[in-house]
């Protein structure tokens, strides 16, 4: 396990549309083995291995759910529009970095409800940035900083909790696997995606498969666990297994890449879960329904609190996944 | 400075969203002398195309056609014509308001039971749309049926109006607006091809744009709306999203897009070196046809302008025309420099 690399993944800013440092550490990190990576029109990070066989894509996305500054007042107090699906509730109380360093702390108009924030709303939310008015503020700040929850990393034992683990998971996979790829072995033309945008609506993977059409696609995302107390009934756990898609909110994976990925988990002996679920969707949503269409599957990490400041995963199910990507495009 | 017999043209004009004949002929008219090439698509789209033997980027602008309005969907037997809304109505808008109906715009009303046999509950409550009724004075269904037959679309009455010295009045800013601009943007030289695509069907889900960057497609696209103002007495500052007379508004995210964040540094850039006043978006609502032409085959990048319009939706919208010329203005100096 190469925890710093992760560990830099994770510290990296990168909500949707400005993924630049996230793509400086994969760069780097890939540069010792690749001089294969260059940046489509769209922002989007490509690596092409070329290879015989049909073409694979598997994607990661960069980005992390954030924040926009819509609005500073005459006291300095900033206000709050969001990028993806972030949950109010888990916003408040928290601490917020923006893409210039200035950091902030999240708190809510109370006159209602002085101590606990009942439903809250976006338009209700502000953040303190330690100005004391509208000018110091917007010296600090302007409107359209993006801004997400100051990164932390905890590890004990296998288990990892931080923010935007959703999806530098992904990204580390797919890094890990094409620094292990052994092109006399490999049994596709392979291009490693790194995608902008996906919490906004998928848009890097829709114009990178675009751009590539690939024969098959697989994302590497995140997914819902369902192991912690009281939760929705749901079968994955973590450190049980990456977990191999069936069917999310978005798609019903293509049975070709779906029982070749379990066909390799099995012959391979890589512990697997099956994943089913009704919420939520990956790159492989935009990638199936391009041009003619493309067999697409996906690879998830079963995660807990996602969105939130702590998503957790165990480190097993990484391993694995990384270990199942890399028998998956071998011949 | 604005074309304001154009404006005019256009906002009287008749485009119920797949109903946008009106529009497109008076576009058609507008910029055929300018264009190289002008054509309608399946979608109904109107594509106006400049210098396309020339080299380097093509950039698009465009707007929408398009306006909500209603549809007649039942007849009722004492010749009352229930409707279906076309794009989002606030339901509360529509009582008592005048409206045409089709091709011959038949005039009618939108009818609501007099005050006084109001209950108190009545008062209290909004009428949903599906109870409301338009009336033309047909004394029957029969009578009805051979003026209005069933699925004919509907636009709210309402003339284009000066109410002060910079102040107008009218329906369907959002996005005849955008449809003036582009439009006469069209008119001026430039030395890289330049597509100016009016969509339809952008108020039922952004159709129109979902097709017409395929046949071409550009590399920068600018989307020219009419914007939402809420800068009214009751809305919390931070809620008003934009302001009338504070300049062409510069969308950076909405519920669709974050805009090209290089291209809206340079577009802001001109803004400050030109003294031309401008605004952001300040609450991340509503979509653009942006959002479609931004996932066109490879990508395009993307930008939204607009001018902010009081009322949008609804029969009678406002705008300053300041922040009219100022829009054309910002965008037409944005591109001389590309």
């Not at chain 1, 954030?66 to 972030?86: C, P, Y």
């Not at chain 1, 012959?267 to 990638?287: C, F, H, R």
């Not at chain 2, 069209?186 to 395929?214: H, Q, S």
């Amino acid at each position: 396990m190469n925890e710093n690399f992760l560990r830099n993944l994770v510290f990296a800013f990168g909500p949707s549309s400005k993924e630049k440092a996230v793509k400086k550490v994969i760069t780097q990190e890939l540069g010792k083995v690749s001089d294969r990576i260059s940046e489509d029109k769209f922002g989007n990070l490509v690596v092409h291995i070329k290879g015989e066989g049909p073409k694979l894509m598997v994607a990661a996305h960069l980005d992390q759910i954030g924040v926009m500054v819509t609005d500073v007042d005459k006291n300095g107090f900033l206000r709050l529009g969001e990028v993806g699906r972030i949950r109010k509730s888990f916003l408040i109380g928290q601490k917020l970095i923006f893409e210039n360093g200035v950091e902030g702390f999240v708190y809510y108009e109370d006159k209602k409800s002085p101590w606990e924030a009942k439903e809250p709303k976006m338009e209700n939310l502000f953040v303190d940035i330690g100005a004391e008015d509208k000018g110091t503020a917007r010296k600090l700040v302007d409107i359209g900083t993006q801004g997400v929850y100051k990164p932390s990393f905890y590890s004990f034992r296998s288990r990892v909790t931080a923010p935007a683990l959703d999806d530098r998971i992904g990204c580390y996979i797919l890094a890990e696997l094409i620094k292990g790829i052994n092109k006399k072995k490999l049994a596709y033309d392979f291009y490693g995606v790194f995608t902008v945008q996906e919490e906004i609506g998928v848009k890097g993977a829709k114009v990178s498969s675009y751009e590539i059409t690939p024969d098959f696609g697989i994302a590497i995302d995140v997914t819902d666990a369902g192991d912690m107390p009281e939760t929705s009934a749901l079968s994955l756990s973590l450190g049980k297994g990456p977990a191999i898609k069936v069917m999310d909110r978005g798609m019903i994976a293509s049975k070709s890449v779906k029982n070749n990925l379990i066909a390799t988990a099995e012959k391979s002996k890589i512990p697997y879960q099956l994943e089913v679920i009704t919420a939520g969707t990956t790159d492989a949503y935009a990638m199936q329904v391009t041009k003619s269409g493309v067999e697409t599957g996906a690879l998830s990490i079963s995660t807990r609190y996602i969105h939130t400041p702590g998503e957790t995963l165990d480190l097993n199910d990484v391993l694995n996944a990384v270990k199942l990507l890399k028998k998956f495009i071998e011949k | 400075m604005a074309n304001i017999e154009l404006i005019e043209k256009l906002s009287n004009a008749f485009g119920v969203s797949g109903y946008e004949h009106d529009v497109r002929d008076i576009l058609k008219r507008e910029v055929r002398e300018y264009a190289d090439k002008v054509e309608v698509d399946v979608l109904g789209n109107l594509i106006a195309l400049k210098n396309i033997q020339k080299k380097g980027h093509m950039v698009a602008l465009n707007a929408h056609m398009d306006e909500v309005g209603l549809i007649v969907d039942y007849i009722e037997d004492d010749g009352f014509l229930r409707f279906k809304k076309v794009g989002g109505i606030d339901d509360r808008v529509l009582p008592g308001k005048r409206v045409l109906i089709g091709k011959s715009k038949i005039p009618g009303v939108i009818g609501i039971k007099a005050i006084h046999l109001q209950s108190k509950e009545d008062e209290k409550k909004a009428v949903p749309s599906k109870n409301l009724y338009i009336d033309i004075g047909a004394k029957n269904r029969e009578e009805a049926e051979k003026i209005v037959p069933l699925s004919t679309p509907v636009v709210f009455k309402t003339k284009f109006e000066k109410i002060s010295r910079s102040v107008y009045i009218g329906k369907a800013f959002d996005d005849r607006l955008g449809c003036a601009i582009a439009a006469e943007l069209l008119k001026k030289d430039y030395n890289f091809p330049l597509m100016v695509l009016f969509t339809t069907k952008e108020e039922i889900g952004l159709r129109g744009a979902a097709v017409g960057t395929y046949k071409y497609t550009p590399d920068i696209s600018i989307t020219i709306e009419g914007t939402i103002s809420a800068d009214l007495p009751e809305v919390k500052d931070h809620l008003k999203c934009t302001k009338i007379k504070k300049g062409p508004v510069i969308t950076i995210k909405d519920s669709g897009v974050i805009t090209d964040n290089d291209l809206r540094e340079k577009l802001i850039s001109v803004a400050k070196r030109k003294k031309i006043p401008y605004q952001f978006k300040q609450v991340i609502a509503g979509g653009t046809d942006s959002y479609r032409i931004q996932l066109s085959k490879r990508g395009v990048k993307v930008l939204t302008v607009a001018v902010p319009v009081r009322y949008i939706h609804s029969p009678v919208s406002l705008f300053n025309i300041e922040d009219y010329d100022n829009t054309l203005k910002l965008i037409g100096e944005f591109l001389k420099i590309l």
